[in-house]
Protein backbone atom coordinates (compact mmCIF):
# COMPACT_ATOMS: atom_id res chain seq x y z
CA UNK A 1 0.00 0.00 0.00
CA UNK A 2 1.17 3.38 -0.64
CA UNK A 3 2.40 5.35 2.24
CA UNK A 4 -0.26 7.56 3.74
CA UNK A 5 0.84 11.40 3.47
CA UNK A 6 -0.02 13.81 6.19
CA UNK A 7 -0.05 17.44 6.83
CA UNK A 8 2.61 19.24 7.85
CA UNK A 9 3.92 18.88 11.44
CA UNK A 10 2.26 22.21 13.06
CA UNK A 11 -0.49 22.90 9.96
CA UNK A 12 -3.80 22.02 10.72
CA UNK A 13 -6.71 21.20 8.83
CA UNK A 14 -9.76 22.84 9.04
CA UNK A 15 -12.78 20.78 9.17
CA UNK A 16 -16.54 21.60 9.16
CA UNK A 17 -17.15 21.17 12.95
CA UNK A 18 -14.30 23.42 13.54
CA UNK A 19 -14.66 25.63 10.66
CA UNK A 20 -18.64 26.95 11.80
CA UNK A 21 -16.34 28.55 14.51
CA UNK A 22 -14.04 29.83 12.46
CA UNK A 23 -16.49 31.46 10.39
CA UNK A 24 -18.05 32.61 12.92
CA UNK A 25 -15.38 34.57 14.56
CA UNK A 26 -14.79 35.85 11.36
CA UNK A 27 -18.06 37.15 10.93
CA UNK A 28 -18.16 39.35 14.05
CA UNK A 29 -14.62 40.46 12.87
CA UNK A 30 -15.51 41.77 9.50
CA UNK A 31 -18.58 43.22 11.35
CA UNK A 32 -16.69 44.72 14.16
CA UNK A 33 -13.78 46.54 11.71
CA UNK A 34 -16.68 47.69 9.26
CA UNK A 35 -18.62 49.12 12.52
CA UNK A 36 -14.99 51.33 13.14
CA UNK A 37 -14.57 52.63 9.31
CA UNK A 38 -12.00 50.03 8.81
CA UNK A 39 -10.72 48.82 4.62
CA UNK A 40 -9.34 46.03 4.13
CA UNK A 41 -5.93 45.24 2.68
CA UNK A 42 -5.09 41.91 1.13
CA UNK A 43 -0.91 41.00 0.33
CA UNK A 44 0.63 37.43 -0.86
CA UNK A 45 1.65 35.08 1.15
CA UNK A 46 4.89 35.01 -0.20
CA UNK A 47 7.54 38.32 -0.28
CA UNK A 48 11.34 39.22 -0.64
CA UNK A 49 13.09 37.81 2.28
CA UNK A 50 14.72 41.59 2.89
CA UNK A 51 11.53 42.77 3.79
CA UNK A 52 11.04 40.72 6.76
CA UNK A 53 14.18 40.86 7.82
CA UNK A 54 14.79 44.54 7.52
CA UNK A 55 11.29 45.54 9.11
CA UNK A 56 11.05 42.80 11.92
CA UNK A 57 14.62 42.13 12.70
CA UNK A 58 17.76 40.52 12.04
CA UNK A 59 18.48 39.62 15.76
CA UNK A 60 14.80 38.68 17.10
CA UNK A 61 13.48 34.84 17.17
CA UNK A 62 11.81 35.37 14.28
CA UNK A 63 14.22 35.84 11.57
CA UNK A 64 17.20 34.23 12.93
CA UNK A 65 15.02 31.01 13.74
CA UNK A 66 11.68 30.86 12.49
CA UNK A 67 11.10 32.23 9.08
CA UNK A 68 10.59 30.07 6.06
CA UNK A 69 13.02 31.27 3.55
CA UNK A 70 13.61 29.65 0.27
CA UNK A 71 15.08 30.52 -2.99
CA UNK A 72 12.64 30.43 -6.21
CA UNK A 73 13.92 29.10 -9.81
CA UNK A 74 15.56 31.82 -10.28
CA UNK A 75 17.35 32.10 -7.10
CA UNK A 76 15.53 35.29 -5.27
CA UNK A 77 15.51 34.57 -1.69
CA UNK A 78 11.67 34.57 -0.74
CA UNK A 79 10.02 34.10 2.62
CA UNK A 80 6.64 32.70 3.88
CA UNK A 81 5.14 35.52 5.73
CA UNK A 82 5.93 35.11 9.64
CA UNK A 83 3.19 38.27 10.21
CA UNK A 84 1.28 40.76 8.36
CA UNK A 85 2.35 44.08 9.30
CA UNK A 86 5.53 44.47 6.95
CA UNK A 87 3.62 43.19 3.54
CA UNK A 88 1.10 45.59 4.92
CA UNK A 89 3.79 48.40 4.79
CA UNK A 90 5.19 47.21 1.81
CA UNK A 91 1.95 47.14 0.05
CA UNK A 92 0.91 51.09 1.05
CA UNK A 93 3.94 52.75 0.21
CA UNK A 94 3.68 50.45 -3.21
CA UNK A 95 0.70 51.97 -4.17
CA UNK A 96 1.05 55.40 -2.68
CA UNK A 97 -1.76 54.77 0.45
CA UNK A 98 0.93 55.99 2.88
CA UNK A 99 2.39 59.17 1.64
CA UNK A 100 0.23 62.21 4.03
CA UNK A 101 -2.45 60.15 4.20
CA UNK A 102 -4.57 58.73 7.04
CA UNK A 103 -5.82 54.56 6.64
CA UNK A 104 -7.39 52.25 8.87
CA UNK A 105 -6.70 48.59 7.56
CA UNK A 106 -7.47 45.69 8.33
CA UNK A 107 -6.30 42.02 7.23
CA UNK A 108 -7.16 38.67 8.20
CA UNK A 109 -5.12 35.49 7.02
CA UNK A 110 -2.52 32.55 7.12
CA UNK A 111 1.47 33.07 8.69
CA UNK A 112 4.09 30.83 9.17
CA UNK A 113 6.44 30.56 11.90
CA UNK A 114 9.00 27.38 12.38
CA UNK A 115 8.13 26.87 16.09
CA UNK A 116 7.60 23.96 18.14
CA UNK A 117 3.97 23.05 17.97
CA UNK A 118 2.03 22.99 20.56
CA UNK A 119 -1.31 24.05 21.99
CA UNK A 120 -1.83 27.57 20.57
CA UNK A 121 1.11 27.42 18.69
CA UNK A 122 1.19 26.09 15.21
CA UNK A 123 3.34 26.71 12.40
CA UNK A 124 0.94 27.74 9.82
CA UNK A 125 -1.32 30.05 11.84
CA UNK A 126 -3.39 32.75 11.04
CA UNK A 127 -3.83 36.12 11.96
CA UNK A 128 -6.68 38.89 12.01
CA UNK A 129 -4.86 42.13 12.22
CA UNK A 130 -5.56 46.03 12.20
CA UNK A 131 -3.36 48.88 11.14
CA UNK A 132 -3.48 52.29 10.80
CA UNK A 133 -1.27 55.14 9.91
CA UNK A 134 -0.69 58.72 9.61
CA UNK A 135 -2.31 59.18 13.11
CA UNK A 136 0.26 60.13 16.31
CA UNK A 137 -2.14 58.92 19.03
CA UNK A 138 -2.82 58.51 21.65
CA UNK A 139 -6.59 58.65 20.90
CA UNK A 140 -6.01 56.07 17.87
CA UNK A 141 -4.37 54.00 20.50
CA UNK A 142 -7.11 54.00 22.99
CA UNK A 143 -9.70 53.50 19.99
CA UNK A 144 -7.41 49.87 19.23
CA UNK A 145 -8.13 49.20 22.76
CA UNK A 146 -12.09 49.87 22.55
CA UNK A 147 -12.25 47.99 19.98
CA UNK A 148 -10.74 44.83 21.12
CA UNK A 149 -12.27 45.11 23.92
CA UNK A 150 -15.67 45.42 22.19
CA UNK A 151 -14.91 42.16 20.79
CA UNK A 152 -14.26 40.39 23.48
CA UNK A 153 -17.49 41.11 25.01
CA UNK A 154 -19.52 40.42 22.13
CA UNK A 155 -17.95 37.40 21.67
CA UNK A 156 -18.69 36.41 25.39
CA UNK A 157 -15.31 36.22 26.57
CA UNK A 158 -14.65 39.57 28.13
CA UNK A 159 -14.09 38.03 31.90
CA UNK A 160 -11.32 35.78 30.80
CA UNK A 161 -8.61 38.18 29.32
CA UNK A 162 -7.02 41.47 30.23
CA UNK A 163 -4.97 44.36 28.74
CA UNK A 164 -1.46 44.83 29.17
CA UNK A 165 0.22 47.82 28.68
CA UNK A 166 4.00 49.33 28.29
CA UNK A 167 5.70 52.27 26.36
CA UNK A 168 9.01 51.04 24.91
CA UNK A 169 9.58 55.02 24.32
CA UNK A 170 11.98 56.69 21.85
CA UNK A 171 14.87 54.92 20.25
CA UNK A 172 17.33 56.59 22.12
CA UNK A 173 15.48 55.82 25.47
CA UNK A 174 15.74 52.18 24.89
CA UNK A 175 19.34 52.87 23.67
CA UNK A 176 19.86 54.20 26.62
CA UNK A 177 17.74 51.29 28.94
CA UNK A 178 19.73 48.49 26.91
CA UNK A 179 23.42 49.63 28.17
CA UNK A 180 22.41 50.13 32.00
CA UNK A 181 20.46 46.72 31.42
CA UNK A 182 23.47 45.23 29.91
CA UNK A 183 25.88 46.55 32.93
CA UNK A 184 23.80 44.84 35.26
CA UNK A 185 23.40 41.90 34.03
CA UNK A 186 26.72 41.22 32.67
CA UNK A 187 28.33 40.36 36.55
CA UNK A 188 25.18 38.01 36.55
CA UNK A 189 25.70 36.21 33.47
CA UNK A 190 26.28 32.63 34.43
CA UNK A 191 22.49 33.04 36.10
CA UNK A 192 21.29 33.84 32.87
CA UNK A 193 19.38 31.11 30.93
CA UNK A 194 21.19 29.98 27.25
CA UNK A 195 18.58 32.07 25.73
CA UNK A 196 19.36 35.15 27.85
CA UNK A 197 22.85 34.41 27.47
CA UNK A 198 22.57 35.01 23.55
CA UNK A 199 20.68 37.58 23.97
CA UNK A 200 22.42 39.80 26.25
CA UNK A 201 24.84 40.43 23.10
CA UNK A 202 22.40 40.33 20.90
CA UNK A 203 18.62 41.50 21.98
CA UNK A 204 19.03 42.33 25.55
CA UNK A 205 15.29 43.64 26.09
CA UNK A 206 13.79 40.55 25.17
CA UNK A 207 15.63 39.16 28.48
CA UNK A 208 13.14 41.09 30.31
CA UNK A 209 10.21 38.59 29.14
CA UNK A 210 11.96 35.59 29.93
CA UNK A 211 10.38 33.15 31.46
CA UNK A 212 12.73 31.27 33.16
CA UNK A 213 11.86 32.29 37.15
CA UNK A 214 15.83 32.43 38.16
CA UNK A 215 16.15 35.31 35.33
CA UNK A 216 12.39 37.16 36.63
CA UNK A 217 14.14 36.74 40.40
CA UNK A 218 17.15 38.65 38.53
CA UNK A 219 15.31 41.24 37.08
CA UNK A 220 13.70 42.07 40.32
CA UNK A 221 16.91 44.33 40.92
CA UNK A 222 17.54 45.11 37.60
CA UNK A 223 17.59 49.26 36.30
CA UNK A 224 13.82 49.86 35.46
CA UNK A 225 13.19 51.02 32.02
CA UNK A 226 10.47 53.75 33.70
CA UNK A 227 13.39 55.80 34.99
CA UNK A 228 14.28 55.86 31.48
CA UNK A 229 11.43 56.48 29.40
CA UNK A 230 11.73 60.23 27.37
CA UNK A 231 9.08 62.92 28.01
CA UNK A 232 7.28 62.73 24.96
CA UNK A 233 6.58 59.32 25.88
CA UNK A 234 5.76 59.32 29.01
CA UNK A 235 3.01 62.07 28.22
CA UNK A 236 1.59 59.60 25.82
CA UNK A 237 1.44 56.28 28.29
CA UNK A 238 -0.07 58.97 30.28
CA UNK A 239 -2.58 60.67 28.02
CA UNK A 240 -3.56 56.94 26.96
CA UNK A 241 -3.58 55.42 30.27
CA UNK A 242 -6.30 58.70 31.04
CA UNK A 243 -8.34 57.95 27.75
CA UNK A 244 -8.80 54.14 29.07
CA UNK A 245 -9.94 54.83 32.58
CA UNK A 246 -12.54 57.44 30.93
CA UNK A 247 -13.54 54.93 28.61
CA UNK A 248 -13.79 52.17 31.47
CA UNK A 249 -10.99 49.63 29.81
CA UNK A 250 -9.03 48.23 32.73
CA UNK A 251 -5.46 47.41 32.00
CA UNK A 252 -2.65 46.83 33.87
CA UNK A 253 0.83 48.25 33.12
CA UNK A 254 3.52 45.62 32.52
CA UNK A 255 6.92 47.42 32.50
CA UNK A 256 8.73 43.85 31.31
CA UNK A 257 6.34 44.07 27.94
CA UNK A 258 8.61 44.41 25.22
CA UNK A 259 7.69 42.25 22.19
CA UNK A 260 9.45 40.28 20.15
CA UNK A 261 9.61 42.43 16.84
CA UNK A 262 12.01 45.96 16.39
CA UNK A 263 9.83 47.67 14.92
CA UNK A 264 7.48 48.77 17.48
CA UNK A 265 8.26 52.20 19.77
CA UNK A 266 6.61 53.65 22.38
CA UNK A 267 2.80 52.04 23.08
CA UNK A 268 3.06 48.28 23.06
CA UNK A 269 0.35 46.25 24.48
CA UNK A 270 -1.36 42.86 24.82
CA UNK A 271 -4.28 40.88 25.65
CA UNK A 272 -3.81 38.06 27.29
CA UNK A 273 -5.37 34.95 28.98
CA UNK A 274 -5.51 32.30 31.69
CA UNK A 275 -6.89 29.84 30.11
CA UNK A 276 -4.45 28.75 27.51
CA UNK A 277 -1.18 27.58 29.17
CA UNK A 278 2.11 29.02 27.93
CA UNK A 279 0.23 30.60 24.81
CA UNK A 280 -0.88 33.54 26.90
CA UNK A 281 -1.16 36.01 24.35
CA UNK A 282 -4.30 36.53 22.55
CA UNK A 283 -3.85 39.61 20.47
CA UNK A 284 -1.08 41.72 20.55
CA UNK A 285 0.45 45.42 18.66
CA UNK A 286 1.73 48.60 19.26
CA UNK A 287 2.95 51.62 18.04
CA UNK A 288 5.26 51.10 14.56
CA UNK A 289 5.94 55.21 14.04
CA UNK A 290 9.49 54.54 11.72
CA UNK A 291 8.94 51.69 10.06
CA UNK A 292 7.00 53.51 7.13
CA UNK A 293 10.05 55.29 6.26
CA UNK A 294 12.62 52.45 7.18
CA UNK A 295 10.87 50.52 4.55
CA UNK A 296 11.38 53.29 1.92
CA UNK A 297 8.09 55.50 2.19
CA UNK A 298 8.00 59.08 3.94
CA UNK A 299 7.92 59.12 7.63
CA UNK A 300 4.29 58.00 9.06
CA UNK A 301 3.15 57.43 12.37
CA UNK A 302 1.72 53.67 12.79
CA UNK A 303 -0.41 51.72 15.26
CA UNK A 304 -2.02 47.97 14.58
CA UNK A 305 -2.43 44.81 16.29
CA UNK A 306 -2.86 41.35 16.02
CA UNK A 307 -5.14 38.35 16.72
CA UNK A 308 -4.00 35.15 16.70
CA UNK A 309 -7.16 33.11 15.51
CA UNK A 310 -6.32 29.58 16.79
CA UNK A 311 -5.98 31.01 20.20
CA UNK A 312 -9.39 32.59 19.79
CA UNK A 313 -10.79 29.56 18.50
CA UNK A 314 -9.38 27.42 20.97
CA UNK A 315 -11.02 29.92 23.97
CA UNK A 316 -14.19 30.10 22.77
CA UNK A 317 -14.19 26.25 22.22
CA UNK A 318 -14.12 25.62 25.67
CA UNK A 319 -16.82 27.31 26.63
CA UNK A 320 -19.63 25.50 24.27
CA UNK A 321 -22.56 28.09 25.08
CA UNK A 322 -20.41 30.58 22.72
CA UNK A 323 -20.30 28.43 20.51
CA UNK A 324 -22.72 29.22 17.12
CA UNK A 325 -25.47 26.41 16.95
CA UNK A 326 -25.04 24.72 13.39
CA UNK A 327 -28.14 25.97 11.24
CA UNK A 328 -30.57 22.91 10.28
CA UNK A 329 -31.53 21.76 6.26
CA UNK A 330 -34.78 23.45 6.15
CA UNK A 331 -35.87 20.94 3.01
CA UNK A 332 -34.75 17.64 2.13
CA UNK A 333 -35.42 16.80 -1.26
CA UNK A 334 -36.43 12.50 -1.70
CA UNK A 335 -37.47 11.18 -4.76
CA UNK A 336 -37.77 7.45 -6.49
CA UNK A 337 -38.59 6.51 -9.42
CA UNK A 338 -38.22 6.75 -13.53
CA UNK A 339 -37.34 10.17 -13.85
CA UNK A 340 -36.68 11.09 -10.68
CA UNK A 341 -33.18 12.82 -10.65
CA UNK A 342 -34.15 15.69 -13.00
CA UNK A 343 -37.33 16.26 -11.67
CA UNK A 344 -35.73 16.45 -8.18
CA UNK A 345 -32.46 18.75 -9.07
CA UNK A 346 -34.75 20.84 -11.10
CA UNK A 347 -37.21 21.37 -8.39
CA UNK A 348 -34.58 22.39 -5.76
CA UNK A 349 -32.79 24.40 -8.75
CA UNK A 350 -36.76 26.37 -8.53
CA UNK A 351 -36.75 26.43 -4.68
CA UNK A 352 -33.61 28.26 -4.17
CA UNK A 353 -34.23 30.69 -7.17
CA UNK A 354 -37.31 31.74 -5.19
CA UNK A 355 -36.63 31.52 -1.80
CA UNK A 356 -32.27 31.55 -1.59
CA UNK A 357 -32.11 31.79 1.99
CA UNK A 358 -33.53 28.35 2.68
CA UNK A 359 -30.92 25.09 2.85
CA UNK A 360 -32.18 22.22 0.66
CA UNK A 361 -30.33 19.33 0.87
CA UNK A 362 -31.25 16.73 -2.92
CA UNK A 363 -30.27 13.25 -1.85
CA UNK A 364 -28.24 11.92 -4.07
CA UNK A 365 -27.12 8.41 -5.28
CA UNK A 366 -30.53 6.74 -5.87
CA UNK A 367 -31.17 4.53 -3.19
CA UNK A 368 -34.57 3.57 -1.48
CA UNK A 369 -37.15 5.66 0.24
CA UNK A 370 -36.56 4.39 3.05
CA UNK A 371 -32.83 4.79 3.28
CA UNK A 372 -33.21 8.39 1.82
CA UNK A 373 -35.45 9.82 4.42
CA UNK A 374 -33.34 8.21 7.16
CA UNK A 375 -30.40 10.36 5.68
CA UNK A 376 -33.04 13.46 5.86
CA UNK A 377 -33.46 12.54 9.26
CA UNK A 378 -29.23 12.09 9.64
CA UNK A 379 -28.66 15.56 8.55
CA UNK A 380 -31.09 16.84 10.71
CA UNK A 381 -33.62 18.35 7.88
CA UNK A 382 -36.91 19.69 9.01
CA UNK A 383 -39.15 19.04 6.00
CA UNK A 384 -38.93 16.55 3.79
CA UNK A 385 -39.94 16.83 -0.39
CA UNK A 386 -41.01 13.78 -1.41
CA UNK A 387 -41.01 12.54 -5.35
CA UNK A 388 -42.47 9.46 -6.27
CA UNK A 389 -43.45 8.74 -10.26
CA UNK A 390 -47.38 9.75 -9.36
CA UNK A 391 -45.93 13.01 -7.87
CA UNK A 392 -43.57 13.39 -11.11
CA UNK A 393 -46.44 12.63 -12.90
CA UNK A 394 -48.86 14.98 -11.53
CA UNK A 395 -46.31 18.10 -10.77
CA UNK A 396 -47.06 17.56 -7.48
CA UNK A 397 -44.32 17.28 -4.54
CA UNK A 398 -45.89 15.69 -0.79
CA UNK A 399 -44.60 18.14 2.10
CA UNK A 400 -43.51 15.82 5.31
CA UNK A 401 -42.64 17.67 8.73
CA UNK A 402 -39.87 15.52 9.77
CA UNK A 403 -39.56 17.88 13.20
CA UNK A 404 -42.54 19.35 15.38
CA UNK A 405 -42.77 22.95 13.99
CA UNK A 406 -44.92 25.74 13.05
CA UNK A 407 -47.98 23.86 14.90
CA UNK A 408 -47.40 21.04 12.49
CA UNK A 409 -46.93 17.55 13.61
CA UNK A 410 -44.66 14.64 11.94
CA UNK A 411 -47.96 13.11 10.76
CA UNK A 412 -49.26 16.34 8.78
CA UNK A 413 -48.36 15.25 5.84
CA UNK A 414 -49.89 17.13 2.33
CA UNK A 415 -49.77 17.12 -1.69
CA UNK A 416 -49.37 20.23 -2.66
CA UNK A 417 -48.91 21.31 -6.50
CA UNK A 418 -45.62 22.15 -7.25
CA UNK A 419 -46.53 25.65 -8.82
CA UNK A 420 -48.19 26.63 -5.08
CA UNK A 421 -45.18 25.14 -3.40
CA UNK A 422 -43.05 28.14 -3.08
CA UNK A 423 -45.97 29.70 -0.87
CA UNK A 424 -46.40 26.73 1.02
CA UNK A 425 -42.55 26.40 2.27
CA UNK A 426 -42.86 30.48 2.81
CA UNK A 427 -45.26 29.83 4.73
CA UNK A 428 -44.30 26.79 6.75
CA UNK A 429 -40.66 28.48 7.28
CA UNK A 430 -42.35 32.00 7.72
CA UNK A 431 -39.87 33.74 5.40
CA UNK A 432 -40.53 37.42 4.84
CA UNK A 433 -40.84 37.71 1.01
CA UNK A 434 -39.95 41.40 0.50
CA UNK A 435 -36.10 40.19 1.77
CA UNK A 436 -36.10 36.96 1.84
CA UNK A 437 -34.88 36.50 5.71
CA UNK A 438 -36.23 33.13 7.18
CA UNK A 439 -38.07 34.85 10.33
CA UNK A 440 -36.30 32.53 13.49
CA UNK A 441 -38.81 30.85 15.66
P1 LIG B 1 3.00 38.78 17.30
O1 LIG B 1 3.02 39.05 18.78
O2 LIG B 1 4.20 38.13 16.75
O3 LIG B 1 2.75 40.17 16.60
O4 LIG B 1 1.73 37.91 16.94
C1 LIG B 1 0.44 38.36 17.24
C2 LIG B 1 -0.44 37.22 17.73
O5 LIG B 1 -0.41 36.15 16.79
C3 LIG B 1 0.03 36.57 19.03
O6 LIG B 1 -0.41 37.31 20.16
C4 LIG B 1 -0.66 35.21 18.94
O7 LIG B 1 -2.01 35.33 19.35
C5 LIG B 1 -0.59 34.92 17.46
N1 LIG B 1 0.54 34.02 17.16
C6 LIG B 1 1.84 34.35 17.01
N2 LIG B 1 2.58 33.26 16.73
C7 LIG B 1 1.73 32.21 16.71
C8 LIG B 1 1.88 30.79 16.48
N3 LIG B 1 3.05 30.24 16.18
N4 LIG B 1 0.78 30.02 16.53
C9 LIG B 1 -0.45 30.54 16.81
N5 LIG B 1 -0.64 31.87 17.04
C10 LIG B 1 0.43 32.69 16.99
C11 LIG B 1 2.67 40.32 15.25
O8 LIG B 1 2.66 39.42 14.45
C12 LIG B 1 2.49 41.77 14.80
N6 LIG B 1 2.45 41.81 13.34
C13 LIG B 1 1.25 42.38 15.42
C14 LIG B 1 1.03 43.79 14.95
C15 LIG B 1 0.17 44.18 13.96
N7 LIG B 1 1.69 44.85 15.38
C16 LIG B 1 1.26 45.91 14.70
N8 LIG B 1 0.35 45.52 13.84
Redesign the pocket.
Known amino acids: MAKRLQAVR?MNDGLPETTAVWQHVEAVLRRLVSAYGYGEIRTPVVEDATLFIRSIGEVTD?VEK?IYLFNDRHGEALALR?????G?VRAGIEHGLLYHQEQRLWHLGP?F?Y?R?QK????Q???F???VFGLTGPDIDAELMVMTARLWRELGIDQQVRLQLNSIGSSAARMAYRQALVAYLLPHQQQLDADSQRRLQSNPLRILDSKDQQVQALLAGAPRFSDYLDAASQQHLAALCHLLTELQIPYQLNERLV???D??NQTVF??VTDRLGA?S????????DGLVEQLGGTSTP???????????VLLLQQQPTLLPQPAPIDCYLIAAGQGSASAALQLSERIRTALPTLRIMTDCGGRDFKKQFKQADKVGARVALVLGEREIAQQQVIMKPLREQCGASKNDQQVVAQDQLIGHLQCWFKINTLNQETISE
Open positions: GIEPEGTACMREPGRYRFHQSVERGLYYEWQALCAGGRYAIGFSIGLERL
